[in-house]
């Protein structure tokens, strides 16, 4: 009879080194693209969004509200317009801080809102925005 004989080390094998290459591969393309994407254009989009939403929902009228909105002025396309990033039609509100893109929250609150890019002293867009509910 034939006896194969066992070393008491382990043995790799071909399709285990395979795996655990495919497996760093996959890994590191799925890391590129998060990182990619924690600082970019699209994830401030989302949030400014939401979080105007959440404002109006909340808003009463009569109100006026200054927004912040310093970093997506220094993120957008530098041929943008300000006057495109933000829009709010019925109760959706949309943010484009480039032409390919943007994001829609929608809010509950059954107001008028009115919305444009505040400016300084120089008559320049200082990356706030002003809030108006009727």
């Known amino acids: ?8 080390r382990g043995e790799i ?6 795996f655990i290459i495919l497996n760093l591969i996959f890994l590191t393309i799925l890391m590129v693209f998060l990182f990619s994407k924690m600082g970019s254009v699209a ?8 979080q105007i939403a959440l404002t109006l929902d909340s808003a009463e009228p009569g109100m ?7 970093n997506a002025f220094d993120k957008k396309e530098k041929e943008w317009d300000v006057l495109q990033m933000v829009n709010i039609q019925e109760n959706v509100v949309t943010v484009k801080l480039q032409e ?7 809010f509950f609150n059954n107001i008028e809102v009115g919305m444009y890019p505040d400016k300084d002293e120089n008559n320049e867009y200082n990356g706030f925005y002003v809030i108006t509910i009727n």
């Open 100 to 106: 390919k893109g943007g994001y829609a929250y929608s």
């Open 1 to 8: 009879m034939f006896e194969k004989r066992f070393s008491r």
């Open 43 to 50: 994830v401030l989009e989302e949030m400014y969004a939401k």
């Open 13 to 18: 094998l071909v399709e285990n080194i395979i």
């Open 64 to 70: 006026e509200i200054h927004f912040n909105m310093e």
